[in-house]
């Protein structure tokens, strides 16, 4: 193979072989042949003997044979024939190389005689060699930024032919981005170059492949090809880019600090350091947004900085920036659009914003008291905020509007029982869990005067002494009123009514505020025995209202009247005859008091000469009880014709007062019954009646009233003893009536209606037994507690 080199061998060859071909002609037999090379064994050349001039006969005998300078085998002559042919292969650039002319030099030499010719044998070039590149594939490497029409000059292929078979011509593989141009060297043919038709982009097509072939002139023609892989390098030509414009994003409020919001992935087409990337929040994202959030610069992660609050801001608009490091550098944009989830982390909160209080007690149902409102700052679900009441109060809620709600009355009141109440509101939220609040409302409930002053019981029983000291205070009533102030405020008056020829205010008063209840004058129990009468209690509401209780003030017997005698006969005669035992006279007397104070008793006071005359004892007694005077022995002789008695009458009060009568008695032999005779009373008190009759049923109804007395008593005693021990008053202790009425025990006084009646319309007369305690003096009765019994019932009743 025949390898051309450019050098200028082959040009002075040429120009030798020019020279020297006029040299050869002339000394030679003028015998050319041609021949093209690489021809095959036997190929004709020419009739060498013929054209020299010799005989095919002779050939053999003179020798003839041919001398080629170190190349004798490549052609041959047929010494039959005389014909030269191809003996072995010529290769006409193994013999001249890149030279245009090419021969062989052939002596032929004939012996007898020894003859030598000539022979020129021109060998012909063929297309045998292709067009040949030095490597297989050639490299190119062109930054992507490169101008149109850029060259990029290749290395062409070389052809070891000569002439039109080394004659190239190139053809690039068909692309879009590069066309062929060739530049006509001197002497050296042409040389293919690269033209940029179509801008490159490495992120397209960052290498490719073309084929580069070239083609020789000769017939047939002759190709070789040579690959070119172009290399795009990269510039800097893309920016980094997001692969959405807008993120949108959800981020529940109050999440911790370095919560990823999100992680941004921008690309870069480019590479190496062009496709390094720094991401950053754009300059127009404000300093509020940026305190909350944190962006890394490298990785694109977006986290969470500050605290995130749903009710400050619920979305966020964060532009980023993303720079890549090339020179210059490209940057790319995005928008993260967080929206932030509600959490239930705000109460809600409530509002009393108007009250109308205090409440009267009689306000109707459906009053409004007060307006509240409710308020949650957080939304949807969490700051749906409803609204109740505590339990057992008389108000309820009405929502007027989306969280306003009045407070209204929603049953009675009444201040009396329930003066105000602690009214809790409390809000919750629908969020889970639900917060609350709570609101107070204390609501105070004002009075009305709906309530009379009231006394504790309708009827109070008092007992006052008579003979008071005028203005005794006797009794304190009093009525509540449960209403307050001016409506509590309690004042107290009589009801007035007349007391026989009287007004009642002239027997007492009541003290208006105190309710003190004072006997103006003195009472006597012989005139007054019950006081009864009415106290009308008023508060000083608008309009006021009043109540009335009823007072029973029972007049207690003093001891202040003595006993005093009924007229009787002055003198009785008494037959001198009459045995023992007789009944001769009568003392009678009456006691204006009662009980004790009237009962008396009757005792014979001896005369000082009767005693003094020797102490015998008269012939009369008087009965201690009765009054009867009755003998006590048989009358005799010496029993003086006229007997003087002095009776001592005396009752049972502390102290007893007594009086004294005289009777007179005349003995008689016989005849008519005497009488006898008794003569004014010398004692105390007690004023002379003549009123006979009188007397006589004045005795009889005392007696009555005595038997019925006791009788009463032993029914009481009975009762008493019945009762458990202790219980009974010390009366019920002794077991007997008469010692119920021994002045020993107490005192007692026992009152019927017989004198004037104070009450009138009060149905039928009562009577009444008073026990009092007998370690008290009685003169404290009327102040103290006493114990009282109905004899129509055994209820008992506190008193003042
Ligand atoms: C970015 O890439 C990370 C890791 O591959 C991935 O977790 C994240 O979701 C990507 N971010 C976006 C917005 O696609
Ligand atoms: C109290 O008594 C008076 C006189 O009887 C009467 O006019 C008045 O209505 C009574 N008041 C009440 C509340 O009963």
Redesign the pocket.
């Known amino acids: 193979m025949f390898i051309y080199r450019p050098s200028d061998h082959s040009a002075w060859c040429l120009l030798l072989s020019l020279l020297l071909l006029p040299v050869w002609e002339a000394g030679s037999g003028q015998v050319r042949y041609s021949v093209p090379e690489e021809a095959k064994h036997g190929t004709f050349v020419g009739r060498i003997a013929q054209d020299l001039g010799l005989e095919l006969a002779e050939l053999v005998p003179r020798l003839f044979r041919l001398a080629s300078k170190g190349r004798g085998d490549l052609l041959e002559v047929n010494l039959q024939n005389g014909i030269l042919f191809v003996n072995s292969r010529i290769d006409r650039e193994e013999l001249c190389g890149r030279s245009a002319e090419c021969s062989l030099h052939l002596e032929v030499i004939v012996d007898r005689p020894l003859q030598v010719f000539h022979v020129e044998v021109e060998v012909r070039d063929i297309n045998d060699n292709a067009p040949v590149f030095s490597v297989s594939e050639q490299k190119l490497s062109i930054p992507e930024s490169r101008l149109l029409d850029s060259r990029f000059p290749l290395e062409g292929a070389a052809d070891a032919d000569v002439g039109e078979n080394a004659m190239l011509a190139y053809r690039l593989s068909p692309n879009e981005f590069f066309i062929l141009d060739t530049i006509n060297k001197k002497d050296k043919g042409k040389f293919p170059v690269l033209v940029l038709r179509k801008l490159l982009d490495r992120e397209e097509n960052p290498q490719f492949q073309l084929l580069l072939t070239a083609t020789d002139g000769g017939k047939p023609e002759l190709t070789g090809s040579v690959t070119l892989l172009v290399v795009v390098l990269d510039a800097n030509d893309n920016a980094p880019v997001?692969?959405?414009s807008v993120?949108e994003v959800k981020v529940r409020e109050n999440s911790a600090n370095q919560t990823l919001v999100?992680?941004?992935?921008a690309s870069d087409a480019d590479e190496g350091t062009n496709k390094e990337m720094i991401y950053s929040f754009s300059s127009l994202v404000a300093p509020s947004v940026r305190r909350k959030f944190l962006m890394d610069n490298t990785t694109?992660e977006i986290t969470v900085n500050d605290l995130i609050d749903f009710e400050d801001s619920n979305t966020y608009e964060i532009r980023v920036d993303v720079t890549d490091k090339g020179s210059p550098p490209m940057v790319g944009h995005c928008t993260v659009l967080v929206e932030i989830l509600d959490e239930n982390d705000n109460s809600p909160q409530v509002f009393v914003t108007s009250l109308a209080l205090p409440v009267p007690e009689d306000a109707q149902v459906g009053t409004v008291i007060a307006l509240i409102s409710v308020s949650d700052r957080d939304s949807g679900a969490n700051g749906q905020v409803t609204c109740s009441l505590s339990p057992h109060v008389p108000f309820r809620l009405v929502s007027t509007f989306k969280n306003y709600y009045s407070l209204v009355l929603d049953s009675a009141l009444d201040r009396e029982s329930v003066p105000s109440y602690g009214v809790v509101v409390t809000a919750r939220d629908g969020g889970s869990p639900p917060l609350s609040a709570t609101a107070s409302v204390w609501v105070e409930v004002a009075d009305v005067n709906d309530n009379a002053p009231a006394f504790a019981q309708p009827e109070h029983t008092v007992f006052v002494r008579e003979n008071n000291a005028p203005g005794r205070h006797i009794c304190t009533l009093s009525a509540r009123d449960p209403d307050a102030q001016e409506n509590a405020r309690v004042s107290y008056s009589l009801v007035e009514r007349r007391v026989g020829e009287r007004a009642l205010s002239s027997y007492v008063s009541v003290h208006a505020e105190s309710g003190r209840v004072f006997a103006l004058q003195p009472l006597d129990h012989e005139e007054l025995e019950l006081l009864q009468f009415q106290v009308s209690a008023r508060d000083a509401g608008v309009p006021p209202l009043g109540s009335n209780v009823t007072l029973q003030v029972f007049v207690l017997d003093e001891n202040d009247n003595a006993p005093a005698l009924l007229p009787g006969g002055a003198g009785e005669l008494v037959p001198r005859s009459l045995g023992a035992g007789h009944v001769v006279a009568k003392v009678r007397a009456v006691d204006a008091d009662s009980g004790y104070n009237a009962w008396l008793s009757y005792e014979l006071l001896q005369p000082a000469a009767a005693a003094a005359a020797g102490g015998a004892r008269g012939p009369f007694r008087v009965g201690l009880y009765t009054g009867e005077i009755s003998t006590t022995r048989a009358l005799d002789e010496a029993d003086a014709p006229r007997q003087r008695l002095l009776v001592l009458v005396k009752d049972h009060g502390e102290p007893a007062l007594t009086a004294t009568a005289t009777v007179l008695l005349s003995l008689v032999e016989s005849g008519l019954a005497p009488r006898a005779s008794s003569r004014a009373p010398e004692g105390a008190a007690g004023a002379p009646t003549a009123l006979l009759d009188v007397n006589v049923y004045l005795i009889v109804a005392i007696c009555a009233v005595s038997s019925l007395l006791v009788l009463t008593l032993l029914l009481y005693v009975a009762l008493r003893c019945a009762a458990p021990p202790g219980e009974g008053a010390g009366a019920g202790a002794a077991g007997k009536p008469a010692l119920v009425c021994a002045s020993a025990v107490g005192s007692w006084s026992c009152s019927q209606q017989r004198r004037q009646r104070v009450c009138s319309g009060e149905g039928p007369p009562k009577t009444d037994l008073m026990a009092f305690s007998p370690s008290l003096p009685p003169s404290s009765v009327p102040d103290m507690e006493v114990e009282q019994q109905s004899v129509g019932g055994d209820q008992y009743r506190k008193v003042c």
Do not use: E
Request: net charge neutral.
């Open positions: 997001f692969d959405r993120y999100i992680w941004l992935n694109g």
